[in-house]
């Protein structure tokens, strides 16, 4: 798609939130079994509603716009995602694979911040200030997943070294 615009450049960015966030709530389920840490496996967990949560926010904008949410896949969380089923599957020692888990999925949480952070900040270049509010929201809460994780990576992380 040729972007002309920036609201054109905003639902650009919001379809491929929407898909990533769709990928997401299939991967988190996954992600979660493959989990030795009963901590890390929380986080997964409680990270999936959230993320149902965003497509619902985000559901919520495109009515907002009267504009589809499909017709784009996000090939950069396809990518995050690939490489943490590989690791996965991989297998190892459960300690190990928990820190590896959690790298893979602060990777996620990271492509996620920048680009609610820039959707966000196309919103507010347009004027949309309750779209702006919404994607304020999700990107709050992408920003704590990823601070829960860190916190959890500082146990796992010991416990992998000691395996």
């Given at each position: 798609m040729k972007l002309e615009t920036m609201?054109?450049?905003l639902l650009d960015e919001l379809q491929d939130l929407y898909s990533a966030e769709t990928q997401i709530t299939k991967a988190l389920p996954k992600m979660a079994k493959a989990s030795s840490a009963s901590d890390l496996k929380h986080a997964f967990e409680s990270h999936l509603q959230e993320t149902e949560?965003?497509?619902?926010?985000l559901?919520?904008?495109f009515k907002h716009l009267k504009e589809s949410p499909k017709g784009k896949t996000c090939?950069?969380?396809k990518g995050l995602l690939k490489e943490g089923d590989e690791r996965v599957k991989e297998g190892g020692e459960p300690e190990v694979l928990d820190a590896g888990l959690i790298s893979a999925a602060q990777r996620v949480e990271h492509y996620e911040i920048a680009a609610y952070g820039s959707?966000?900040?196309y919103?507010?270049?347009l004027g949309e200030s309750e779209i702006v509010r919404l994607l304020e929201k999700t990107l709050e809460e992408e920003k704590a997943a990823d601070q829960k994780l860190t916190k959890v990576a500082k146990k796992v992380n010991v416990k992998a070294q000691a395996a």
């Open positions: 609201k054109g450049l949560g965003h497509v619902q926010r559901e919520t904008i090939e950069g969380m959707a966000r900040t919103a507010e270049l």
